[in-house]
């Protein structure tokens, strides 16, 4: 019986480096939920947060603080939980973009990262039955790939009740699900709802003649529970997500003025322009696409009606040879 044991442990020591070698080649031709293809690195994450994204300053600071604390507990109690809130183009889906390219190697083709969006995969209210069931093994499959997945849901106020108390289960302190962790998981959410609050709240500084960076995120976190517990009409709001406090933070994205837009006028150049950096013609360009943009109110007009989501279409009627000295040509490679 002792010469089995030693003769198990001189097999065991000598494929260990083999099989170690096995892992090593599969991580290097394929993802891996490990530190070599997910970054937990704070300065890269509010460094691109910074240089992304336009205004929002309560938005990225929230956001940041949030993650980088998630991240860096090594056994968390629960899921990381955001609910981000506010008008169209304001920066919603974009900063969970931001968040998946920051945190994964591989990007916009990493496999830890699920979208779902409510008006696309749930269109039909009369298929909650079939859907709870999709949704369950949505999220229990992303997360047994990698526990420490980026999960968004988009649009989550159009779900029926049902739905939401089926999303629930893996957002509270469970140790375990059927054997899956979903602590080290993050869940954002996403919802125009309370988008009128915000505007109002945004409104009322500028009428005072005060600057947008300082809303304090306690007014603005104020403005969205207080819709959250008094909306009715979404099922979002009616279910126990907001009773259980499962949310961890309500993220507010507040109305794009003419100066968030001309950020996002010049990122949109950056991208599409052959340039390194921007040339004296930058601000021609900028001025010319903004041209394109409508703004709101009427008696003051420094609000977007659409954030920064007409942007590309914007500069894309730019006419770039337009002023003598400033004719570029776009990047047309694929």
């Not at 460094?47 to 994204?53: D, H, Y």
């Not at 931001?98 to 945190?103: E, L």
């Not at 009773?243 to 150049?269: G, N, Q, W």
Request: charged share 25%; hydrophobic share 35%; net charge neutral.
């Amino acid at each position: 019986m002792r010469y089995r044991f030693f003769t198990v442990q001189i097999i065991v020591l000598f494929i260990l480096p083999y099989v170690n070698s096995f892992w090593d080649e599969l991580c290097f031709t394929s993802e891996c939920c490990n530190n070599n293809y997910i970054s937990d690195d704070p300065t890269k994450f509010e460094k691109m947060l910074n240089s992304k994204i336009c205004g929002q300053h309560l938005a990225k600071d929230i956001i940041n603080k949030a993650v980088l604390f998630h991240w860096s507990d090594p056994m968390p109690n629960k899921p990381l939980v955001m609910s981000l809130h506010g008008p169209t183009g304001t920066g919603k889906t974009f900063s969970c973009q931001v968040h998946r390219d920051a945190k994964f190697t591989r990007g916009a083709e990493t496999a830890y990262y699920k979208f779902i969006s409510a008006p696309v995969h749930f269109p039909f209210e009369k298929e909650t039955v079939r859907y709870k069931k999709e949704l369950r093994n949505m999220i229990r499959e992303q997360v047994v790939k990698c526990s420490r997945s980026l999960i968004v849901i988009e649009e989550i106020h159009l779900l029926p009740v049902d739905l939401i108390e089926t999303l629930r289960i893996f957002l509270d302190s469970n140790d375990q699900l059927e054997g899956v962790d979903y602590r080290k998981a993050t869940f954002i959410l996403i919802s125009n709802t309370g988008q009128e609050g915000l505007i109002d709240l945004a409104h009322n500084y500028e009428l005072q003649g005060r600057e947008q960076n300082e809303i304090s995120y306690k007014e603005a976190e104020r403005v969205l529970t207080t819709v959250a517990y008094s909306d009715r009409t979404s099922g979002f709001y009616q279910n126990l997500l907001i009773a259980r406090h499962l949310i961890d933070y309500y993220i507010p994205f507040l109305p794009m003025k003419t100066s968030h837009v001309r950020c996002c006028i010049a990122e949109e150049l950056k991208r599409r322009l052959k340039l390194s950096k921007f040339n004296d013609c930058n601000e021609y360009f900028i001025s010319q696409a903004l041209r394109h943009i409508p703004f709101y109110p009427e008696s003051n007009p420094v609000f977007a009606e659409s954030g920064c989501k007409k942007v590309r279409q914007a500069v894309s009627l730019v006419d770039f040879d337009g002023k003598p000295g400033c004719s570029v040509s776009l990047r047309t490679e694929l």
